[in-house]
């Protein structure tokens, strides 16, 4: 194991081999008692005394491919297997998956596929909507390319996903010692914008950073803050793929220090791009932007937030090779909160 719970266990004890001095039995006896009560040596760069929430983002879970004609079996599902990576780390308190879990359109067929994704993570959740959830039509153009919903179906589609999920409300607080989460979903269902908070939303949000504004806190959104990331491709930190009304999420994270990470999927960012850890992930100056990688690929790979007492630690976790990337590392102390 690692001192995030993942990865082999390293034992102390010595190899016993050919050239090894002799061990008598009650020495051997000792040593088998003495590793039976001795902590695990954790693999990497200790974290202790934290607690340790995983983030993932973007599942597009569809179901496995089945076994072909020659009845050759179904490949592995990776992103199932990231999950029951997950499951057997005794240190995590909460996985939050930060949107776009349907796959495509969020039919019905969808969710009921995506709601077998979620009931196989078996740590507490906090979830948030993305686009897919809610902004397309059932059906595809022939070309295939999805078509916006009207503002009816998609606050029709806003409903299915809460009920879908067990979720009460789309905007949602948890408490991590002296942490605030803040979970908000895109909810704006008559804007042109794909990851937009309706007013009402942006309204419940500057009230409840108001009410904690000596707390170090996190905010979970499925997109990013405008200018964390370059226009590396068509996509990236342009309207549709960056948290909007823009200029308003500006003004409330301007009035409220105590917001130190802004945590966000939709751009599919991995760790492979230079965007995914980047002086230009901080906003303000002071918020970091921490960029969440997709499932939908060979490699997953998942966000680990430690909370300390006196920082915030980040590390993504490499679930193909079982390994940390402590080059993306990232520490981000309190401040005096």
């Known amino acids: 194991m690692n001192d995030a719970g993942a990865g082999p266990h390293r034992s102390t004890e010595p190899r016993i081999g050919t050239h090894a001095a002799p061990i008598t039995r009650r020495a051997a006896l000792g040593t088998i008692l003495a590793l039976a009560v001795a902590p695990f040596v954790w693999a ?130 948890k408490d991590m010692g002296k942490y605030l989460l803040v979970f908000c979903s895109p909810d704006e269902t008559d804007g042109e914008f794909l990851t937009e908070m309706s007013p009402a939303q942006l309204s419940w949000l500057t009230k409840t950073l108001q009410a904690n504004r000596t707390r170090p806190t996190l905010v979970f959104f499925h997109a990013p803050l405008s200018g964390t990331l370059d226009h590396y491709n068509r996509h990236a930190d342009r309207p549709n793929y960056v948290a909007q009304p823009v200029d308003r999420i500006r003004s409330i994270l301007e009035a409220n220090p105590q917001v130190l990470l802004w945590v966000s999927g939709h751009t599919h960012t991995p760790p492979t791009n230079p965007n995914f850890n980047a002086p230009r992930n901080w906003y303000l100056g002071r918020v970091l932007n921490v960029h969440t990688a997709d499932m939908n690929r060979p490699t997953v790979w998942s ?18 090779t079982g390994r940390w990337l402590t080059q993306d590392d990232r520490t981000i102390p309190l401040r005096g909160l």
């Open 303 to 320: 966000n680990n937030l430690y909370l300390c007492d006196d920082k915030i630690v980040v590390r993504t976790w490499d679930h193909r």
């Open 44 to 173: 990497g760069p200790p974290v202790p005394s934290c607690r340790r929430l995983v983030v993932l983002a973007d599942p597009h879970y569809a179901a496995p491919p089945q076994p072909d004609a020659t009845g050759r079996p179904t490949p592995p599902d990776q992103k199932l297997a990231a999950v029951r990576d997950i499951n057997s780390w005794p240190d995590v308190e909460l996985v939050a998956v930060v949107g776009d879990i349907v796959h495509r359109s969020g039919s019905p067929e969808e969710y009921a596929v995506a709601r077998k994704f979620v009931e196989a993570i078996h740590k507490p959740q906090a979830l948030v909507a993305g686009n897919h959830e809610f902004m397309y039509e059932d059906a595809s153009d022939p070309d295939g390319r999805l078509r916006r919903a009207s503002p009816g179906l998609r606050r029709n589609k806003l409903a299915r996903y809460q009920e879908t999920f067990g979720q009460k409300d789309l905007s949602f607080t």
